[in-house]
């Protein structure tokens, strides 16, 4: 039965992912929105005949798996019942090449024997047209070439390719090596090509951790979290993706299956934070840059009327229609597979606040090789307009819901956050007048939401105007700053998050019903807001201790999905989810312990 005890391979382009055994389950190759060539891990029970990739030893009785420390090269010892042991070295090659960086789709496989007679077999069975079909394919004298309607994949080795092709059980007496990849020849030989990329890869991920800035508690967590924020990255435009993958439920058979390998702007606040805080400039500033473009386009399903889409493609594509895949049946079986996301044509107000949040790290981070500027500002303002005029208008919220619309108190706040960070910029710029202007319409906008959805009754901020029930964005009023932590109203909304939200220990997005029932699962992110919440208003040892809950709540290589199930603790939802490790690594650098308190 599939689960989410995986890992990540990637290089920024494309991602793959493995599971315990080092079989890789899902790969869209060569990019993250592409077709899946892998896709075993959403095929349901056809998933054991068609869409992986595996090494796979005969007689088989228990695995280890690990990274590399500060890497993104997975390592998996795998045990037969003889005492035989083989070694599996996966990696995606990333390394500076000719004063760029060398990312090529391609994955690399090392299979080395290190006890007794391990017996192996190959089985590479890639699909198309989203399990579809499968390829044609041919035979070289040293590779093997999978001819798909859209990519052909070429696998050179050193290992017998009778044996790969055919599936033959064969005794592993020496290393061999595997490159699966574009369809061209190589210049070196193969396992000569593997060390070099090897060790150039795994060099560069060194290199890029030395260069984090980590608390000095939970560096490891901190360190994994950072990495796959990074592998979630299209570094090519600067997008960075929600997760990897598709149509991984939120909760068993609960329909809540969502396309997640696009970029939606509401996360683009947490991720900027996280990015800065771990001074990785160079991924942020190409973030920062992905949104600008955005901004400086004006285009978008609402476009005409002035709207902000809410959600686009890696390549900054905009229609993401959606559609139900019929070839695959799911994870566990648990349909529907969608392709694409039609939120991308919902009015969703917040995304005003969480662009000028996001961009305004341009105008005060020295750091940068591309500030913001007055023509960047101007842009700013056209969407500061809009978050003026739309605060207090109804839309599908944070949360996305499809079949209703309100005026939802976090969308009001984040266009109180998009006017009060513009009069931030503007005095930045010495431009008294405009600050002026957006300092009163702040001001305006919070009046508003602070006659409209306080409820006197529950003496708490509430989800919508007018309305009693509550959602986990109210944990980010402090951390945006529309409320000091320690303001009674703030108190006494994480007072009632506290008595309605809570599942065990963890968090939920909110219990009213929606479109497809109650919710049943935590949400990850929730909980990590919770978590600062708690830290902000001084309950730092309640913090810390759920903080502790989280990490061992991560999968066995430290990653984190969407949601989690309060009774056992299983992950659900898609995988792996920024959302998630952005929460991690920014509730880490909160608790933490100073360097100077340390030693």
């Known amino acids: 039965?599939?689960?989410?005890?995986?890992?990540?391979?990637?290089?920024?382009?494309?991602?793959?992912?493995?599971?315990?055994?080092?079989?890789?389950?899902?790969?869209?190759?060569?990019?993250?929105?592409?077709?899946?060539?892998?896709?075993?891990?959403?095929?349901?029970?056809?998933?054991?005949?068609?869409?992986?990739?595996?090494?796979?030893?005969?007689?088989?009785?228990?695995?280890?798996?690990?990274?590399?420390?500060?890497?993104?090269?997975?390592?998996?010892?795998?045990?037969?019942?003889?005492?035989?042991?083989?070694?599996?070295?996966?990696?995606?090659?990333?390394?500076?090449?000719?004063?760029?960086?060398?990312?090529?789709p391609s994955i690399f496989r090392h299979v080395r024997p290190l006890s007794g007679s391990p017996r192996i077999r190959l089985r590479i069975r890639p699909t198309s047209d989203y399990g579809k079909?499968?390829?044609?394919?041919?035979?070289?004298?040293?590779?093997?070439?999978?001819?798909?309607?859209?990519?052909?994949?070429?696998?050179?080795?050193?290992?017998?390719v009778t044996y790969v092709a055919d599936e033959v059980p064969f005794i592993l007496e020496r290393p061999v090596t595997l490159i699966l990849g574009p369809d061209e020849s190589l210049t070196t030989p193969v396992d000569e090509t593997s060390r070099e990329f090897f060790k150039k890869t795994d060099e560069y991920w060194r290199e890029w951790c030395r260069y984090l800035a980590l608390p000095f508690e939970w560096q490891e967590a901190v360190i994994r979290a950072s990495i796959t924020l990074k592998l979630c990255s299209y570094e090519e435009t600067g997008a960075i993706i929600a997760a990897m993958t598709t149509s991984i439920p939120e909760a068993p058979n609960s329909g809540r299956n969502w396309d997640y390998r696009f970029c939606w702007l509401r996360d683009s606040y947490f991720v900027v934070h996280?990015?800065?805080?771990?001074?990785?400039?160079?991924?942020?500033?190409?973030?920062?840059?992905?949104?600008?473009?955005?901004?400086?386009?004006?285009?978008?399903?609402?476009?005409?009327?002035?709207?902000?889409?809410?959600?686009?493609?890696?390549?900054?594509?905009?229609?993401?229609?959606?559609?139900?895949?019929?070839?695959?049946?799911?994870?566990?079986?648990?349909?529907?597979?969608r392709i694409g996301n039609s939120a991308y044509t919902q009015i969703q107000n917040d995304g005003y606040g969480s662009v000028i949040l996001a961009s305004t790290q341009s105008f005060f981070d020295r750091r940068l090789d591309h500030p913001g500027d007055m023509g960047l500002f101007e842009r700013l303002e056209a969407l500061g307009a809009q978050a003026l005029k739309l605060w207090d208008?109804?839309?599908?919220?944070?949360?996305?819901?499809?079949?209703?619309?309100?005026?939802?108190?976090?969308?009001?706040?984040?266009?109180?956050?998009?006017?009060?960070r513009l009069a931030k910029i503007a005095g930045r710029l010495n431009l008294a007048e405009r600050q002026s202007h957006w300092t009163a319409a702040a001001e305006d906008i919070r009046s508003g939401i602070l006659d409209r959805a306080w409820n006197n009754d529950l003496q708490s901020l509430v989800s919508t105007f007018e309305g009693s029930d509550l959602d986990a964005s109210l944990l980010c009023l402090h951390e945006i700053g529309f409320l000091p932590?320690?303001?009674?109203?703030?108190?006494?909304?994480?007072?009632?998050?506290?008595?309605?939200?809570?599942?065990?220990?963890?968090?939920?997005?909110?219990?009213?019903?929606?479109?497809?029932?109650?919710?049943?699962?935590?949400?990850?992110?929730?909980?990590?807001?919770?978590?600062?919440?708690?830290?902000?208003?001084?309950?730092?040892?309640?913090?810390?201790?759920?903080?502790?809950?989280?990490?061992?709540?991560?999968?066995?290589?430290?990653?984190?999905?969407?949601?989690?199930?309060?009774?056992?603790?299983?992950?659900?939802?898609?995988?792996?989810?920024?959302?998630?490790?952005?929460?991690?690594?920014?509730?880490?650098?909160?608790?933490?312990?100073?360097?100077?308190?340390?030693?």
């Open 1 to 104: 039965m599939n689960s989410l005890n995986l890992s990540v391979i990637g290089n920024c382009t494309f991602g793959a992912l493995l599971d315990e055994r080092a079989r890789i389950v899902w790969a869209c190759m060569p990019r993250f929105d592409s077709d899946p060539v892998f896709c075993s891990l959403i095929a349901g029970t056809e998933g054991d005949s068609k869409g992986f990739y595996d090494i796979e030893l005969l007689d088989f009785v228990r695995s280890e798996q690990h990274y590399r420390n500060n890497s993104a090269v997975v390592v998996t010892r795998l045990y037969d019942a003889a005492d035989g042991v083989i070694e599996i070295t996966d990696f995606v090659p990333r390394f500076k090449h000719f004063d760029r960086v060398h990312r090529p």
């Open 133 to 160: 079909s499968t390829p044609e394919v041919t035979r070289g004298s040293n590779h093997l070439r999978y001819v798909m309607p859209e990519l052909t994949l070429r696998l050179t080795t050193d290992a017998p």
């Open 274 to 337: 996280a990015l800065n805080r771990l001074g990785a400039t160079r991924t942020m500033e190409g973030y920062l840059s992905y949104i600008s473009n955005i901004v400086a386009s004006n285009v978008g399903a609402n476009a005409a009327d002035g709207h902000l889409q809410p959600v686009f493609g890696i390549s900054r594509e905009v229609r993401l229609d959606e559609e139900v895949c019929d070839s695959l049946s799911g994870y566990r079986d648990m349909g529907p597979v």
């Open 393 to 420: 208008q109804p839309d599908a919220g944070l949360w996305e819901l499809r079949t209703r619309q309100q005026v939802h108190t976090y969308s009001s706040v984040m266009c109180w956050a998009a006017c009060d």
């Open 485 to 599: 932590a320690n303001d009674p109203r703030f108190l006494g909304t994480l007072d009632q998050i506290e008595k309605q939200l809570k599942q065990g220990r963890f968090i939920q997005r909110y219990a009213a019903p929606d479109d497809f029932g109650s919710p049943e699962v935590a949400f990850n992110v929730c909980t990590f807001w919770y978590i600062d919440a708690l830290a902000a208003v001084g309950r730092t040892e309640e913090a810390r201790e759920l903080f502790e809950t989280m990490l061992a709540a991560r999968n066995a290589m430290g990653l984190l999905s969407e949601d989690l199930s309060p009774e056992n603790n299983e992950l659900w939802g898609n995988f792996p989810q920024t959302y998630s490790m952005v929460g991690l690594i920014n509730s880490a650098m909160r608790l933490s312990k100073s360097w100077e308190e340390a030693y």
